[in-house]
């Protein structure tokens, strides 16, 4: 890089060089010429030296920053759908464990109910003097409990269902927003 500086010194050297000597007076004079001039351009340079390498600094150090920011907002965000993973199962499990708690109670009553009919029936058939009223009762007795676990069943099964999409419905919501999220950078 020159400067005017260093090419009004250059062209004093030439004339140094050109312009015969006359004297010692004229050497040293040169030489002090040509001293100057080398300093000057070492000054130049040094100076356009320290100020490259003080933009390239400067231009890491951006880069960097840059880079050093997305990193940690990449880091925060897969954190974040970290930490929502595992609330939806932590909710999901949760509403697991009251459904099965409903079921069991369900399942528990039905049998309850169906223990409590069979008593109930038994002593009905031990109280019947004929056999044709041991047959009715039998009969009675046998269609009411059908019914009766149709109907209960029917009603587990819709329990079941309902504890079933209530427990997957936080991991399918944390399942979308996963897919929204790891999709956006294919789109962009």
Same mark, same amino acid.
């Given at each position: 890089?020159?400067?005017?500086?260093?090419?009004?010194?250059?062209?004093?050297?030439?004339?140094?060089?050109?312009?015969?000597?006359?004297?010692?007076?004229?050497?040293?004079?040169?030489?002090?010429?040509?001293?100057?001039?080398?300093?000057?351009?070492?000054?130049?340079?040094?100076?356009?030296?320290?100020?490259?390498?003080?933009?390239?600094?400067?231009?890491?150090?951006?880069?960097?920053?840059?880079?050093?920011?997305?990193?940690?907002?990449?880091?925060?965000?897969?954190?974040?759908?970290?930490?929502? @993973?595992?609330?939806? =199962?932590?909710?999901?499990?949760?509403?697991?464990?009251?459904?099965?708690?409903?079921?069991?109670?369900?399942?528990?009553?039905?049998?309850?109910?169906?223990?409590?009919?069979?008593?109930?029936?038994?002593?009905?058939? =031990?109280?019947?003097?004929?056999?044709?009223?041991?047959?009715?009762?039998?009969?009675?007795?046998?269609?009411?409990?059908?019914?009766?676990?149709?109907?209960?069943?029917?009603?587990?099964?819709?329990?079941?269902?309902?504890?079933? @999409?209530?427990?997957?419905?936080?991991?399918?919501?944390?399942? @979308?927003?996963?897919?929204?999220?790891?999709?956006?950078?294919?789109?962009?």
């Amino acid at each position: 890089m020159t400067t005017a500086k260093s090419r009004a010194g250059s062209s004093k050297v030439l004339e140094a060089v050109e312009t015969p000597a006359v004297d010692g007076t004229a050497v040293e004079t040169n030489i002090e010429i040509v001293r100057t001039t080398v300093a000057d351009t070492v000054k130049t340079t040094q100076a356009a030296a320290q100020k490259n390498l003080a933009q390239g600094l400067a231009l890491s150090k951006d880069q960097f920053e840059k880079a050093s920011q997305a990193a940690t907002k990449g880091y925060e965000d897969f954190v974040a759908l970290a930490k929502g @993973n595992v609330d939806a =199962f932590f909710a999901s499990a949760a509403v697991f464990a009251q459904g099965t708690e409903q079921l069991s109670r369900a399942w528990f009553a039905l049998q309850q109910g169906a223990a409590e009919q069979a008593a109930v029936a038994t002593r009905s058939l =031990f109280a019947a003097k004929t056999l044709r009223e041991v047959v009715d009762l039998q009969s009675t007795y046998s269609k009411t409990a059908f019914d009766g676990f149709v109907a209960e069943s029917s009603k587990l099964s819709e329990l079941g269902l309902k504890v079933t @999409n209530d427990a997957v419905a936080p991991i399918a919501a944390r399942v @979308n927003v996963a897919v929204e999220k790891l999709s956006k950078p294919l789109a962009a």
